[in-house]
């Protein structure tokens, strides 16, 4: 799902659940902090030059999930106010109760149990997130297979456009491992392996359509109902840099009619 608005604004999305969407960065990096298990999720924070050459891209971890806020004509991402045109906000917040009827077909979950993900271009700027309910009762045997949406941008040109692609990923809770890709109709599906501690997990991602890259996210909800993350490349930096964003429900919660309502096929 992407929106576009005025040349002030590429793309802005709020998506919850098994819907999700991504963002850009940059060089001049600062590394990803360790989240503890508390923290509500986290942000890439990234600032260019007037020629949209990315100069800096700071990680901030967003301990409760009401650091991200909107205004009358902003969004406040842990404190920093971006501008947005108030037509904007209002179809983003649309979006965002929006997806929450994505628990309509779904057994045995609730608001609480849904996390999210979002994505915020300008001509200066751009923060990508997820956050949501951190789990706190994490399953330690079994697996699960999540299924959701994913988003990407490619640094290939000045605010290149969003991809849309879909999120498949298996959670072994009894070696904590949690693998599975993001596919997107015109690359090579970008591959994840990560290692899960208490609701948090850290890993890689690889594509032979992108460079290596950093993948990272949390658990949410009772008993790890939903799931959300980042992956961004290593360098962010020039035409190769690609940051994607990503969200999924646990695939036992929904109905296949749900499945089908939110454009999945299993």
């Known amino acids: 799902m992407k929106l576009s608005f005025s040349k002030t604004l590429l793309s802005m999305a709020i998506l919850v659940g098994l819907t999700a969407c991504g963002s850009g960065g940059g060089s ?40 991200i806020s909107f205004g009358e004509n902003y969004i406040s991402i842990n404190g920093e106010k971006f501008p947005m045109p108030a037509d904007a906000i209002q179809e983003a917040e649309h979006q965002f109760y929006q997806g929450l009827n994505a628990i309509k077909n779904a057994t045995d979950l609730d608001i609480e149990d849904i996390s999210g993900v979002g994505i915020y271009i300008v001509y200066d700027k751009g923060a990508a997130f997820y956050l949501g309910n951190p789990t706190k009762d994490m399953p330690i045997s079994g697996s699960a297979t999540y299924l959701g949406g994913a988003m990407l941008f490619e640094n290939k040109e000045f605010l290149a456009p969003l ?13 904590k491992k949690l693998d599975g890709s993001l596919v997107f109709s015109d690359i090579s599906p970008i591959n994840i392996s990560a290692n899960i501690d208490q609701n948090n997990f850290t890993g890689r991602a690889s594509s032979n359509s992108l460079s290596p890259g950093h993948v990272e996210g949390k658990f949410y909800g009772k008993n790890a109902a939903s799931i959300s993350g980042i992956v961004k490349s290593d360098d962010l930096q020039g035409n190769k840099g690609w940051i994607a964003i990503f969200s999924g429900a646990d695939k036992k919660h929904f109905t296949p009619q749900g499945l089908r309502d939110l454009g999945i096929q299993e």
């Open 28 to 67: 001049g990096s600062t590394a990803p902090r360790t989240l503890s298990s508390s923290d509500a999720g986290a942000a890439y924070i990234a600032k260019t030059n007037n020629h949209g050459e990315i100069t800096s891209v700071t990680h901030s971890i967003i301990k409760n999930k009401n650091d």
């Open 163 to 175: 991809k849309e692609g879909k999120t498949k990923l298996i959670a072994d809770f009894s070696n």
